[in-house]
């Protein structure tokens, strides 16, 4: 099929009319919005909840904006089928109303009075949160300008942070001021959820809170009592500190929910859980050569979970360092030798997104301008960062950007489908500003750690390791297999000596 339908959906329960509203389930209860170009793909569909075919009479790909069956099938009876390997997991909403966002993900709710209360279901890791809350536009789905809540249970503890989005990037300081996915007591707000009940049952994360429909908060966005208004959602991993990292599941589709309905609105089901299908990390990016002293760095997509999370275990944001057009590699450099970083990370202090100035540091993270004086106070800055007469840290080597980005209307959920780095890398589409590039000069010396981090200087988690070296001789093997060798040498040494002496 190579048709793009407005808005696709898979069907159907018993009986005999597919207009019937409890006779369809859309595609968004994946991680799929619209089928786009399907030519030569293979979908494979995991029917909703405790469904199962045996529930079914026929099934059909359906066009919601037209009316309009694309193809459909009739299930015959007695089907020989064999036992599915899914499991239920049952879930009971405590809440009269209930969308199901995803399939693993659902949110229930109530206004009583002034109050809306809301419960936030998810199947997600313990490293993992939830995000709901009101779009940034009155007339769609938007991220941008949105009051979200972001739930997470950290051990015993449940949490439904108040967080205000300007900017599709973890929370940054722009000139003195926070900009990005920032908590509302960040930017001169108040956290205005209560926390109501937080537990963890089944693998489900299930977190009811309340906030008032009027918040005194002006930051916060009104809730009409009557009447409907658009939702934004997310599921990603939390990062070190606790806070959201950019999310991995959310939806494309505008979402608009009826907040007190004459009667009581639900579509949710059980959750259900089956054996994950393994992904293959792309291979890890390595630059072990004593030719290069001249590196290239700029900025592009970190890839999904086969991509910098897999290679360096850290929650990722939306970018990651490309060095010499590898995403996030490790380096090896020999101490005595002259470098040189040529910075392509975006030279505009006013924009939160796009102004990535090179550091390198004994910390793994990064993002070093968002850290209190304290936590800075722990770090050895080794190069690229300078400080004011007022003691102010500011970044040295901050250039023109250079970007790869996704081509015009290609889903980043989908990055996961690409089977290697060097497929992904040819499907981007890179673009980059006039002007020199940022320059970041050094020469390793005896005093610098044996491991050491290049990471942007406003942002966390977009850059990874440095080996420095006496030698080349001497490279050490992340995957820890020198160190198994170098010990059964060892122990073949001790064999030998042993002989000797009887």
């Known amino acids: 099929m190579t048709g793009k339908p407005n808005r696709p959906i898979f069907g159907s329960v018993s009986g005999p009319n597919l207009l019937r509203k409890d006779s369809r389930f859309p595609m968004n209860m994946d991680t799929s919005s619209h089928l786009g170009n399907t030519k030569n793909l293979t979908i494979t569909l995991e029917l909703p909840g405790d469904l199962t075919i045996f529930d079914i009479d026929w099934f ?12 459909s099938i009739i299930i015959p009876e007695a089907l020989n089928v064999p036992p599915s390997l899914v499991k239920i997991i049952p879930h009971k909403n405590d809440l009269p109303n209930c969308l199901q966002l995803h399939k693993d993900f659902q949110v229930s709710w109530e206004v009583f009075g ?4 809301i419960q936030l279901a998810g199947q997600v890791g313990e490293d993992e949160y ?14 941008i300008g949105s009051d979200v809540a972001v739930a997470y249970i950290d051990g015993y ?7 205000n989005i300007t900017a599709l990037t973890p929370c940054v300081k722009v000139l003195g001021q926070y900009k990005g996915v920032c908590k509302d007591e960040l930017v001169g707000g108040q956290d205005s959820n209560q926390m109501n009940t937080a537990t963890r049952e089944n693998g489900v994360n299930i977190i009811t809170y309340r906030r008032q429909l009027i918040s005194p908060d002006p930051g916060d966005k009104e809730i009409p009592a009557d009447g409907s208004l658009y ?25 608009k929910i009826e907040l007190s309905p004459k009667e009581p609105t639900n579509n949710c089901v059980s959750f259900t ?26 900025i592009g997509p970190s890839g999904g979970k086969k991509g910098y999370q897999a290679n360096t275990g850290h929650a990722s944001t939306a970018l990651a360092w490309y060095i010499n057009g590898m995403l996030a590699p490790e380096i090896w450099l020999r101490r005595g030798l002259s470098y040189v970083f040529k910075v392509y990370g975006g030279n505009n202090p006013h924009s939160a997104e796009h102004y990535h100035p090179l550091i390198i540091t004994d910390e793994p993270h990064g993002g070093f301008d968002r850290l209190t004086d304290e936590a800075q106070s722990k770090i050895r800055v080794l190069v690229g960062v300078e400080y004011s007469r007022r003691g ?8 023109p950007l250079c970007l790869a980005q996704h081509m015009i209307n290609k889903d980043r959920r989908l990055d996961d ?5 060097k497929k992904f890398n040819r499907s981007l589409i890179t673009t980059c500003e006039q002007g020199e590039p940022g320059v970041l000069a050094f020469t390793p010396n005896s005093s610098w750690p044996d491991t050491i981090y290049y990471n942007s200087f406003t942002q966390a988690n977009m850059g990874w390791k440095i080996h420095v070296v006496d030698s080349f001789n001497q490279r050490i093997n992340s995957s820890g297999e020198n160190n198994k060798i170098s010990i059964m040498l060892l122990t073949l040494s001790l064999c030998l000596f042993v002989r000797q002496l009887f």
Do not use: C
């Open 114 to 117: 002034p109050q809306i209360t």
């Open 392 to 399: 102010r840290p500011r970044p040295t080597a901050a250039g």
């Open 130 to 143: 939830l995000s709901f809350g009101i779009s940034g536009s009155p007339e769609k789905s938007q991220m």
């Open 231 to 255: 939702i934004v959602w997310g599921i990603g991993k939390l990062d070190e500190n606790k806070e959201p990292a950019f999310h991995d599941l959310y939806s494309k589709s505008d979402i």
């Open 60 to 71: 059909s790909i359906f066009d919601h904006d037209t009316k309009t069956s694309l193809g």
């Open 417 to 421: 489908d690409f089977i290697t780095f």
């Open 157 to 163: 503890r449940g949490f439904a942070a108040d967080y």
């Open 273 to 298: 859980k089956s054996k994950p299908e393994p992904r293959e990390p792309w291979k890890k990016g390595q630059i072990f050569d004593k030719a290069i002293r001249v590196f290239k760095a700029y």
